[in-house]
């Protein structure tokens, strides 16, 4: 899978191991995830064009290196998704926001859509698809589905962590979306959790169990 990046750099790594611990706080995992998005913001990130400019400095004047015009979009799938977008904002500021709303239907574990607002210049900005766990990659193919339906064209998205199985459904779907996650996991179970993942991300972000 080239498309797949694994993020595993230590600090990363590091709080990732705090966030699975079931005793971690709502407070603190809402800390954890926002820090982790960061971290990996820097990676997503990391081949965006830049252009020389010139500058003077207090003491000459020197070219230095500026970002070359490619706007931003960062789109949480609700609601998990939102955990990770504050992190991704300390980094990126001026990125404008999108919203995709999906439900899990419990018996057939397929996506269901119920909310879609996307910037309306959504063809002409890299899209971030922010979703902590990706699981059977329902919910994610229906998501990437919909960010092309709108006309969105380069898109990357960014988990905590996957599972193999939907990992290689999205990229057998999706071929050109660029994806990073923290961690692949061993599997999903016959109820679509991460194995040994972390819980459920949402319930967890907003202690709603």
């Known amino acids: 899978m080239n498309n797949v ?4 750099h230590p600090l990363i790594q590091h709080k990732l191991t705090m966030l699975r611990d079931k005793n971690t706080s709502s407070k603190d995992f809402r800390e954890l995830v926002r820090e ?12 965006l064009p830049v ?10 004047r020197t070219t230095g290196k500026s970002l070359a015009g490619e706007d931003i ?3 949480p ?3 998990a998704g939102l955990g990770m977008v504050d992190g991704m904002l300390d980094l990126i500021p001026n990125a404008k926001i999108g919203h995709i709303g999906l439900y899990r239907n419990e018996e057939t574990l397929q996506p269901v859509e119920y909310y879609c607002k996307l910037p309306k210049d959504i063809e002409n900005r890299i899209v971030i698809i922010t979703e902590p766990m990706l699981s059977t990659g329902g919910s994610m193919n229906g998501a990437l589905t919909l960010l ?3 006309g969105a064209k380069k898109i990357k998205s960014i988990h905590l962590v996957c599972a193999p199985e939907g ?4 990229t057998s779907a999706h071929p050109d979306v660029e994806i990073y996650t923290a961690a692949i ?3 999903y179970n016959d109820i679509g959790y991460i194995v040994p993942g972390l819980g459920d991300a949402g319930d967890r972000l907003f202690g709603t169990k």
Do not use: C, F, G, Q
């Not at 990046?5 to 595993?8: A, D, P, R």
């Open 148 to 150: 092309k339906k709108h």
């Open 77 to 79: 799938v609700l609601r």
């Open 5 to 8: 990046t694994v993020v595993s």
């Open 185 to 187: 996991d061993e599997k």
């Open 36 to 47: 982790i998005a960061m971290l990996m913001a820097y990676e997503v990130t990391r081949n």
């Open 51 to 60: 252009k020389d400019i010139e500058i003077e400095t207090p003491i000459a």
């Open 167 to 170: 990992l290689k459904r999205v």
């Open 73 to 75: 979009a960062i789109v």
